[in-house]
């Protein structure tokens, strides 16, 4: 049972934006902190942006000033605003919760930064 799945991503050229969505279930909404992990190719998986239940927000260095997490409790749903995107930021971005479990791995959604 798919209880995350993220979209939004797409082809971009650098400096410019993107927004992706992660709709959960209400119960994982509800009760956990929650994050935004990339997979960049031949790169391990790592955690960009992170919110926690309370709304506290926290960003890998890469991306401060850059990213922006947020959830919306209506809609269960997790955002990423990227803005000022840059080739590097070219992965496979993924929600889950933080810390990531494994059963809640989706198909995750390719973000391509062109220089």
Request: with cysteine; hydrophobic share 30%; charged share 15%.
């Amino acid at each position: 049972q798919v209880q995350l799945v993220e979209s939004g991503g797409g082809l971009v050229q650098a400096g410019g934006s993107l927004t992706l969505s992660c709709a959960t279930s209400g119960s994982i909404f509800r009760f956990s902190d929650m994050g935004w992990y990339r997979q960049a190719p031949g790169k391990q998986r790592e955690l960009v942006a992170a919110i926690t239940r309370g709304g506290t927000t926290n960003y890998a260095d890469s991306v401060k000033g850059r990213f922006t997490i947020s959830g919306d409790g209506a809609k269960s749903t997790v955002y990423l605003q990227m803005n000022s995107l840059e080739p590097e930021d070219t992965a496979v971005y993924y929600c889950n919760t933080n810390p990531a479990q494994l059963r809640f791995w989706g198909q995750g959604t390719q973000v391509t930064v062109s220089s």
